[in-house]
């Protein structure tokens, strides 16, 4: 039995029960057993002091890329974990576009074994949507939810057979699984490499029309409207596309979607200096873009904010940007990027906390996401004064390709836990880093 955790003094914001007091925490054996307004005793527990600090569930992550098995240059699942952690995420949700792919009941039990040994964040493999991510025929989704996918896409690649993609819909749903689609037409986008307007004009590179997201955004949720399925959209970027998954949901549809912290931070201005690590799949867009995404992280048409992390190395990205690999690193820098649109005003910053608690972890049907009595004790330690300045040098991903180097960011994570478990502490870290200095 672990021995009792008293975390005192703190600011508890935490949407799934509408709580936003200065409250304590009891943790014992894995899970929250109390959020007293008194402290209590504490003669055998172990005390936390966090005044002026706050305490909120456990961050959820649905979409991350761990490249474990086959790329391992790039990230493994064990220094993936590490960076969610220390970025406040205690779930994360694993992509199947590995090597080989997640098709199959092995490379699932593989990702799942590769995490319990690591002993930090809960990674949730993520099945394919079709063998191999080839978009031909459909993977053994029955065998793969049976080995514990929490829901299956090709994200990397989108599923461009109309009814291919219809029947995974029926099959996924009569498995009581979740879709997630990477809505993005092959056609438009092909030997693109940026957004396509005024900027790729003037820097000379290659294009990527929004239509290219917003026609297959259109077609996923007609086909999942028809046949009555549930259905996630990945890392929206496109005013279009919001309003239509707005239009949607207002119809009953069974949609959700997510936004990454780069589309809400950032526009296609960003690419100007032919900064690879500004370059990804789905690109940057204009600012009318970048607002409608915060209006529908506002309104609730967006569910989920997603880091779509996508370590690579510099073999992949210190390239000419129209070669260079798509892709952004973002498990540590997500918070705080989310907790800037709070500083200046433009998200509360209850739905914030949401979108990176509750909010995902609804979507997928998770335990997860709350402090509820009883609930496991996936919790995060921020301190909302403290400043910092991104540093890639000193992230625990292996990835560096960050667009945000040397932005000042407010909000920290301090200590994260894991099934009442420590499994990040920033002091901790800052001794090591003393230490080996």
């Known amino acids: 039995m672990q021995r009792r955790i008293i975390v005192r003094g703190a600011r508890i914001l935490d949407p799934s029960q509408d709580l936003d007091e200065k409250r304590c925490l009891v943790m014992e054996g894995g899970r929250i057993v109390a959020l007293p307004r008194r402290p209590p005793r504490a003669r055998t527990a172990t005390e936390v002091d966090a005044r ?65 040994r690591a002993k930090l964040a809960r990674v949730l493999p993520a099945g394919s949507i079709t063998r191999g991510l080839e978009g031909k025929e459909l993977s053994d989704m029955g065998e793969l939810r049976d080995a514990g996918c929490v829901l299956f896409t090709d994200d990397g690649r989108p ?80 005013a279009r596309s919001v309003h239509t998954i707005r239009e949607a949901r207002r119809r009953g549809a069974l949609i959700t979607c997510e936004c990454t912290p780069h589309h809400f931070s950032l526009t296609e201005e960003a ?41 690579h190395s510099l073999v992949e990205k210190d390239l000419e940007f129209d070669r260079a690999a798509n892709g952004v690193v973002g498990l540590e820098t997500a ?41 496991l004790a996936d919790i995060v330690l921020v301190d909302p004064t403290a400043h910092w300045t991104v540093d890639p040098k000193t992230f625990s991903s292996k990835g560096r390709n960050t667009p945000f180097t040397g932005w000042r960011l407010p909000g920290r994570i301090l200590s994260t836990w894991v099934s009442g478990k420590t499994v990040f502490d920033r002091k901790e870290k800052t001794r090591s880093a003393k230490g080996r200095a």
Not at 293 to 300: C, K, P, S, T
Not at 338 to 366: C, I, N, Q, Y
Request: proline content about 6%.
């Open 271 to 311: 690419c100007s200096s032919y900064d690879t690590a500004c370059k990804m799949m789905p690109p940057l867009r204009p600012e009318a873009d970048r607002r409608a995404i915060v209006a529908g992280m506002r309104d609730g048409t967006i569910q989920a904010i997603a880091t779509d992390h996508a370590p």
């Open 159 to 238: 599923v461009m057979d109309s009814g291919l993609m219809r029947r995974a819909l029926e099959y996924s749903s009569g498995l009581g699984a979740l879709l997630m689609s990477h809505s993005e037409d092959v056609s438009l986008s092909k030997n693109g490499s940026m957004h396509e307007g005024e900027v790729s004009t003037r820097l000379g590179l290659r294009g990527i029309p929004a239509t290219a997201e917003d026609v297959m955004v259109m077609r996923d949720v007609a086909l999942a409207e028809e046949v009555e399925a549930p259905l996630h959209i990945g890392h929206v970027s496109t």
């Open 335 to 375: 918070f705080s990027l989310t907790f800037k649109l709070v500083d200046e005003g433009v998200l509360p910053l209850f739905r914030a906390v949401e979108l990176l608690t509750s909010g995902p972890a609804k979507v997928l049907g998770l335990e997860a996401g709350t402090l509820r009595e009883g609930s």
């Open 52 to 116: 002026g600090l706050w305490l909120m569930p456990g961050f959820v992550d649905l979409h991350v890329h761990l490249r474990e098995p086959g790329h391992e240059h790039k990230e493994t699942i064990e220094t993936g974990a590490r960076a969610a952690v220390e970025g406040g995420f205690t779930t994360i949700v694993a992509m199947p576009n590995t090597s080989p792919p997640n098709d199959c009941r092995a490379v699932t039990e593989l990702v799942l074994e590769r995490a319990r």
